[in-house]
Each structure stands twice: as structure tokens, then as C-alpha cells.
């Protein structure tokens, strides 16, 4: 595996610098910031205006949309006006499709042009064609014809140039070899970057945008290993593409961002937000700072300086479900292969537990449910009561989980474990001399049916592998003590999971986001958000975890709320619409802030639908990749409306759309009324 020195630590991968004018990009430099803006090219004046506004909230590198080659003359001119005012420190980046003429307009003024390889030659038809190997070296040499003018004016004029690949526009010749995947999305710059070297340039970036993490997450991974195969070392640009807004926009592009930053990769991001740029910035700070507090040293670690193993057992190209035993934690509520991740909700003690069952009944947590309550149960006194409150309170939850201190036996815990009427999780924490404790507890629950969740750190679990073997894997989960040394949670957890498969243990892992596995928490909610986003969110993406908590949150509202838009981000446990929505930019046909918060009031409760809201047709319908129904701007003032990838209607007066909308998804039987409890109406 050589797409990264490490899967247990942070590792920076070792890049050649790239200028983007003056600012250093990969190498030794900082992760580099960039937003882009939204203002027609056009209009000069609003996109300096909005330059500047990026520029002073931190935006290192800022990139303007050059539809057609007016739009790239006018990249002259607003160069000028931003130098002018002082930022000609601020590397501007032309972002271009389908339109070499304005590529090459673009790289007379700007420091660096985007091209999308999936369109920059090609038009897209979604034609089904099969490509002899002669055809498609014929397309390969269209392709070196029509793209070598940039690439030979740009080494002439110092520019950079991005290789911006999307996995929704791929090209048709790409998805008929490779299909719509990780694989096409890498070949598809590869062919681009192949080009650019036979002439000798070298000032590139590579990108591989998909707005499904997972996805993006594998097509990063895997082009870092073609490229270290072919001894490439060019620097990468992240982001997760249509992220949408809010919270879920935040979660999507934290998770595949800080998954790819944890394992080493990533040199410049930037966080796509269906809101004003300006709110993109303090995300993709946060985000950078805290895998940028994991580098020991900013120049990277060479490959193979670490001793011992370096990689745990998941395929990180292909994803997998970690296979585990199915658990019955209640009549109803399973953890398994076939089960989505349950959510455990922690009250801070037995005085809270009513208190924190009573917020998790909310209406509003309906479609939501938190399946587990942990609570801290330090002495005997905290048992007593716990009884006291279990039997006067309806809790509402299907399982128990009890977080017993040192100080708890199993003589002390047996009357509970043996009278409770409901499944219990005991959670304790082992040390490596406490095998016979650990085989005391679980033989105790075992004897009644309930549950141990062992506490274990990855290094002392072989000390536990009889103990493991002994109780046959009967009823017990399995999570991290504590992050071990100087490697971060996540690859503290692959090392679990891998040292559990070791022992022959297929135990459920539950990943508890808690003050000890933050990589650099404060208590923010936006803090919070990253690091549930970056632990639990990308090992749910490498396929591990079964039970998740999000214990640093304290509002238990907040924290079931957070942890079921975990799961929704990393696609493991679906609970409501998902939306597709594109950033904007300086093509967008209609208002996309307003759309989409329209939008999703009206069909956010259809679970599992995915609207796509995208604002132009150029890009859209490409970029909207697997949605069920897209929302496109056709024209000004005029929404095309789309089944998957077909449209459907043209040109509706928006006023229309949305009803149209609605209509589209009840005609495909995919709609269901509001629950207006649930909707808190
Ligand atoms: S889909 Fe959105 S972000 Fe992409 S080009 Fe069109 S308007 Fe711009």
C-alpha cells in the first residue's frame, strides 16, 4: 500500500512545491486555504468586492468562475483592481469547463486555471459507446492537441495549473472504460497529467471531488498511489464537492477532508458550502489546524521511518463492512453487518439520567431515536440509585449502558445484571494485568444475557486473546481505551480493529468521540462537529464501527442530532433527505441559499430521497451525480427539473418548481406527508 507512510499516524506526505504565483503550495508550506467567489466574472466590481472580503478573513487563494472568454478577459482587470488594493498577494485561480478559448484567455491574467479533465475536450452526452483501443488512442491524441496549447503557455508564463477532477463529469469515453468510479476519476487526470509532463511542466495540482465521501476519500487515495508508483509528487487540493449547507454541509466535507488530512494527504482544501464564501474559511481553518497540530514536522516523514506496522488490514480503495457477530442489544435494536451504526447518548451521572431520558424523548427526536443511554456509575451509591430512577423512570432507550469505575465489582454490579428487566451494557476500561476481571464481567452478563463493552487499548488486546477466545465473542463490543501515544484516534481504532482480528475476535466496535480522542478540541460546537466528523465519520467510511456516541457534546438533543448527521455524511445510516447542493458560483442561474432552505423545508423529512439543487446547466446535471431528482437552473428565472440524470421538464417558470418538484416525486412514489410531531409543528 503506498498511498500514505502510515495508517496510525499522521504522516505528511512528501510533495513537490508548487507556486501559485508567490504562495508555495505542498512541500514544506502550510495546508493552503482557498474559496472561490459568486458574483457574475463579469461584474467586475462585486468580484473584486468579494475577493477582498475572502482575502481578509483568511482565504489564501481565491478562484473566479470563466465561463466563456468575456468572463476570462475580465480576470485582467480584476487582477489589477485586487492588486491594487493591496492583495496582490492573493493568487487568483480561473476556474474553467468545457472551454479551452477561455482557459487560454484566462492563463494571460491569473496565476493558476482549473481545468476539469472530465470536460475540458469533451462534451458530455452520456452516450454508451465502446471504445476499441484505437479509438480510444485516437481520443487521447484529440485530447494532447487540444490541451498542450495551455499547458505550453502556462510553463511559459509561470502558472499553475489544477487538474480539478469531479466524479460527477466524467467524461464519456472514461465512464465507458471504467464507469463511474474512483478508478475513472483517476485515470481521467492521469491522461491530463501525462500530457502536461511530456511537455515538461510540472506545476500542477491534482484534485478528485465527488460529493459522496466515501468516494472522494478512495479516488484520493488511489491517485496518490498511481502517482507514487510513477515516483509523482505533485500536491493535492481537497474538498468534497456539493456538500450542501449547515451542519450536514460542515460534516461532509470535515469527514472526507480530515480523513484524507489524517492519513497525510491533502497540501491546499476548501470547504463547499451552499452559503456566502466568507463562512467557508473558519471551517477549513479549523479543519487545517487540527491535522496541521499532527505533523511533527511541517516537511513530512519519509516513507519507512517508522518501525513495526504501518497499515492496518481494510482495503482502503474499495469499501468493505468491517464483518462483525450480530448482537441483540433489544427487541428491536440489533448491531451487526446487516444493522446500521446505533447511537449511544451519555448523561453526565445517575442524578442526570432522568433528566437526559426525558431530552431524548423530545418529539423532534422521533425519526431520530438515541438506542443507548450510558451513564457513569462510579461507587455503590450511584448503583442504588440508578435502581431508584430505573424503576420510577421510562427511560425510552433500548439498552443501558452502565460506565462502570474501578471501584464497581462484579459482585457489586451481579443483583442488577440478574433482576434488570431491560439489556444492560456494562463499559469498562481493562488494563493489561486485569484479564481475570474482564473474564469475571463477561462471564457475568453472558449468564444473563446482556452485554460487556470492553475498554481496551490496541497493544493490550493480545494479553486479552484467551480471555477473548474463552467467552466464544458472546456479547461483547469492544472500544478504545485511549488514543495511544502520538497517533491520532482514528489510526488508534484501525489498530484495534486490526489487533481484534488478530486475536479472532469479530466483536462489534463502538467509537466514542470523547475530550481523550479529540486531535485538538476546544469546546466549540463547530469543534465538536470536525472531530465527530473526522473520528467517527471516517472509520465509518473505512467500514469500522457499529455503536457511535458523541460524548463531548453535553446537550443530549445535540449530541443524538450530531451523531445521526455523522451517519447520514458518511452514507452508514440514512434518516433523512439527502441534498446535493452546489456551492454557486459565477454561473448560478437563481438565488441557491433561499432554494435550498425552501427546498429542504418542504422535502427534508423523505428519508432516503437525494435532491440534487444545482445552479446552472452547464455543470449541474453532471455534477449532481446519483441523485434521485435534480433541481437545475435552466435560464434566468427558468428550473429545469430532473429524474437522475434525465430531464424530465424544461424551462418551468421557478415560481412553478417547486410544486413541480413535489409533483415529480409523488409521481415516482417517493414522497410521504410531513409527521407534524416529528417536524415539531
Ligand atoms: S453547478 Fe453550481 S457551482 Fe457548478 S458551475 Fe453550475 S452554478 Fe457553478
Redesign the pocket.
Known amino acids: 500500500m503506498s498511498y500514505c507512510a502510515s495508517r496510525f499516524r499522521t504522516v505528511r506526505r512528501r510533495t513537490v512545491e508548487v507556486k501559485v504565483g508567490a504562495l508555495g503550495v505542498g512541500g514544506a508550506n502550510p495546508i493552503r486555504l482557498q474559496s472561490m467567489t459568486t458574483s457574475d466574472t463579469q461584474d467586475v466590481a462585486a468580484t473584486v468586492r468579494q475577493s477582498i472580503a475572502l482575502a481578509e478573513v483568511g482565504c489564501e487563494i481565491v478562484r473566479i468562475?470563466a465561463p466563456n472568454v468575456p468572463a476570462a478577459k475580465c480576470l485582467k482587470e480584476i487582477r489589477a483592481q485586487l492588486t491594487a488594493a493591496g492583495f496582490g498577494h492573493v493568487p487568483l485561480v480561473a476556474d474553467i469547463?468545457f472551454l479551452p478559448a477561455a482557459a487560454m484567455e484566462a492563463v494571460e491574467h491569473v496565476e493558476k486555471v482549473r481545468v476539469n479533465p472530465g470536460n475540458y475536450a469533451d462534451k458530455k452526452k452520456f452516450a454508451v459507446k465502446e471504445y476499441t483501443d484505437a479509438d480510444y488512442a485516437a481520443e487521447l491524441e484529440r485530447l494532447h492537441a487540444a490541451f498542450s496549447p495551455l499547458v505550453r503557455r502556462a510553463r511559459e508564463l509561470g502558472r499553475a495549473l489544477r487538474i480539478g477532477t469531479n466524479h460527477g463529469s466524467l467524461s464519456d469515453r472514461i465512464m465507458n472504460r471504467y464507469g463511474d468510479t474512483p478508478l475513472g476519476m483517476v485515470e481521467s487526470a492521469l491522461e491530463f497529467l501525462r500530457i502536461a509532463r511530456s511537455h515538461s511542466f510540472h506545476g500542477l495540482i491534482l484534485s478528485m471531488k465527488a460529493s459522496n465521501p466515501k468516494v472522494m476519500i478512495q479516488a484520493y487515495r488511489l491517485l496518490v498511489d498511481r502517482m507514487q508508483r510513477e515516483d509523482m509528487h505533485y500536491p493535492l487540493h481537497l474538498g468534497v464537492t456539493e456538500a450542501g449547507d449547515g451542519e450536514d454541509g460542515r460534516i461532509k466535507s470535515a469527514i472526507g477532508i480530515g480523513s484524507l488530512l489524517l492519513d497525510g494527504l491533502g497540501d491546499t482544501i476548501r470547504v463547499s458550502l451552499t452559503e456566502d464564501s466568507v463562512y467557508e474559511i473558519p471551517v477549513a481553518q479549523a479543519i487545517a489546524d487540527k491535522a496541521m497540530s499532527l505533523w511533527p514536522d511541517p516537511a513530512g516523514v519519509a516513507p519507512g521511518r517508522e518501525a513495526g506496522s504501518t497499515h492496518d488490514a481494510v482495503d482502503p480503495y474499495h469499501f468493505t463492512k468491517r464483518e462483525t457477530a450480530t448482537l441483540h442489544l433489544s427487541g428491536r435494536c440489533a448491531v451487526g453487518p446487516e444493522q446500521p451504526p446505533r447511537v449511544i447518548v451519555r448523561a453526565p451521572s445517575v442524578g442526570q439520567l432522568a433528566a437526559t431520558a426525558a431530552a431524548l424523548g423530545s418529539p423532534r427526536l422521533k425519526e431520530t431515536p438515541a438506542e443507548g443511554l450510558l451513564v457513569p456509575v462510579a461507587s455503590a451509591g450511584d448503583l442504588g440509585t440508578l435502581c431508584e430512577v430505573a424503576a420510577r423512570t421510562a427511560l425510552g432507550v433500548d439498552f443501558l449502558a452502565l460506565e462502570l469505575g474501578p471501584a464497581i465489582t462484579p459482585d457489586l454490579v451481579r443483583p442488577l445484571v440478574a433482576l434488570s428487566p431491560g439489556r444492560l451494557m456494562l463499559v469498562r476500561a481493562f488494563a493489561p494485568a486485569e484479564t481475570a476481571q474482564f473474564a469475571a464481567f463477561a462471564e457475568t452478563v453472558r449468564a444473563h444475557g446482556h452485554f460487556l463493552a470492553a475498554e481496551i487499548a490496541p497493544d493490550d488486546v493480545p494479553a486479552f486473546a484467551d480471555a477473548i477466545r474463552a467467552q466464544g465473542g458472546a456479547g461483547l463490543v469492544f472500544t478504545l481505551a485511549a488514543p495511544a501515544g502520538a497517533g491520532h484516534a482514528t489510526g488508534a481504532y484501525r489498530r484495534l480493529a486490526d489487533a481484534l482480528r488478530a486475536a479472532g475476535s469479530n466483536a462489534p466496535l463502538w467509537i466514542r468521540n470523547t475530550a481523550a480522542t479529540a486531535v485538538r478540541g476546544d469546546n466549540s460546537f463547530l469543534s465538536k462537529l470536525l472531530e465527530a466528523s473526522f473520528l467517527t465519520g471516517g472509520l465509518l467510511c473505512d467500514g469500522l464501527g457499529d455503536l457511535v456516541s458523541i460524548e463531548t457534546e453535553s446537550d443530549p438533543a445535540r449530541a443524538t442530532t450530531l451523531a445521526y448527521n455523522v451517519l447520514q455524511g458518511a452514507g452508514a445510516r440514512i434518516s433523512k433527505t439527502e441534498f446535493v447542493a452546489?456551492?454557486?458560483?459565477g454561473?448560478?442561474l437563481f438565488d441557491l441559499q433561499s432554494t435550498t432552505q425552501r427546498i429542504r423545508e418542504k422535502t427534508g423529512h423523505l428519508k432516503g430521497v437525494k435532491i440534487a439543487i444545482?445552479?446552472?446547466i452547464?455543470?449541474?446535471p453532471g455534477?449532481m451525480a446519483d441523485a434521485d431528482f435534480g433541481y437545475v437552473g435552466g435560464a434566468p428565472g427558468k428550473i429545469n427539473l430532473y429524474v437522475g440524470k434525465q430531464c424530465v421538464q424544461y424551462n418551468i417558470p421557478q415560481a412553478e418548481a417547486d410544486a413541480r418538484l413535489i409533483a415529480l416525486i409523488r409521481e415516482h412514489g417517493k414522497w410521504a406527508d410531513p409527521d407534524p410531531v416529528a417536524a415539531g409543528r
Open positions: 468562475t469547463h452546489c456551492p454557486s458560483c454561473r448560478t444545482m445552479g446552472c452547464v455543470n449541474g455534477e
